[in-house]
């Protein structure tokens, strides 16, 4: 599904979410989310869950509602959040804390793995689904490729099992289906 939005943040600890338009002055504000205690330093979408994430300098990554209406989950990172990733296999949120590489399951929000080896702050994280490796940049002056999450194969195909039934409900509900008409933007 395309999303036609984009998010920023500014230094006034929220991140601005905005209707995409190639007219600049048709790019009209959807909404505003809010509630990091410190700046935000990464935004990002996460398509496989359908949620913005954020993370911020007050130790703590966001995850919001599609919408953006509501916070549906803090997670507490125990230190500055400088980097942040989405795992485009599984979905899970991967970020730079400090000089710590940290991943967090998507769906439980557990810590699942860290990665330790940087002597300084993490400052960039990419996923590269085809090695399933993470690669990681930071003030150290070194580049680190790190093993990626993997879930086990019985919550993958559980997770495959709960997409099918809710595309199902929308199909069979709905005689004008289109996989547009699923989300239908501010």
Request: hydrophobic share 30%; net charge positive.
């Amino acid at each position: 599904m395309h999303r036609n939005e984009f998010a920023y943040a500014s230094s006034d600890k929220m991140v601005y979410i905005r209707k995409f338009s190639e007219v600049g002055s048709d790019m009209t504000l959807c909404n505003t989310l809010q509630g990091h205690d410190a700046e935000i330093t990464q935004v990002r979408w996460n398509k496989v869950t359908d949620k913005w994430i954020t993370g911020s300098e007050d130790g703590t990554i966001r995850i919001w509602s599609e919408d953006g209406m509501s916070c549906d989950q803090i997670l507490a990172t125990h230190g500055a959040v400088l980097a942040l990733c989405i795992d485009l296999k599984n979905g899970s949120i991967v970020a730079g804390v400090q000089n710590t590489i940290k991943v967090y399951d998507s769906q439980t929000f557990k810590l699942m793995q860290t990665n330790i080896g940087h002597s300084d702050s993490v400052r960039s994280i990419i996923h590269i689904p085809d090695r399933n490796q993470y690669i990681s940049a930071s003030w150290d002056k070194t580049i680190r490729i790190w093993n990626a999450y993997k879930q086990s194969k019985k919550k993958r195909l559980q997770k495959l099992d709960e997409k099918r039934d809710e595309n199902s409900r929308h199909t069979a509900n709905n005689p004008n289906y289109s996989v547009d008409s699923m989300y239908t933007p501010c």
